[in-house]
């Protein structure tokens, strides 16, 4: 079981962990939301809790709760920037079986 970054997730992720001044990596988790059922939460992680899974890529730690692994193993997080308005995380996620038609949701 495996939550990996791209090389320039990882870079995105160091450098905003430099610019807050604090932080250990990445917390991906999911939450029900949308009209598919699940959506992505990311957030930088501050601790590793009980049950967390810790992953690693490129010198960053990605931190992902038991209840969410399931839903998300597997996936590859990258970072692109199609323009200075338009950037962010893109999730490959293998578990997707179905994504509402906004791309706001999931289902697994």
Do not use: W
Not at 63 to 72: A, Q
């Amino acid at each position: 079981m495996a939550v990996t970054l791209t090389q320039a997730a990882s870079e995105r992720v160091k450098k905003m962990l430099k610019k807050r001044g604090h932080g250990i990596g990445l917390r991906v988790s999911t939450k029900v939301s949308g009209c598919a059922g699940f959506s992505y939460v990311v957030d930088y992680a501050d601790e590793i809790q009980e049950g967390d899974a810790v992953f690693e890529s490129f010198g960053v730690q990605v931190i992902v709760d038991s209840s969410s692994l399931e839903k998300i193993d597997g996936m590859e997080i990258d970072y692109v920037q199609e323009s200075l308005l338009n950037e962010g995380f893109s999730f490959n996620n293998p578990q997707v079986k179905d994504s509402c038609g906004c791309g706001e949701s999931f289902t697994v």
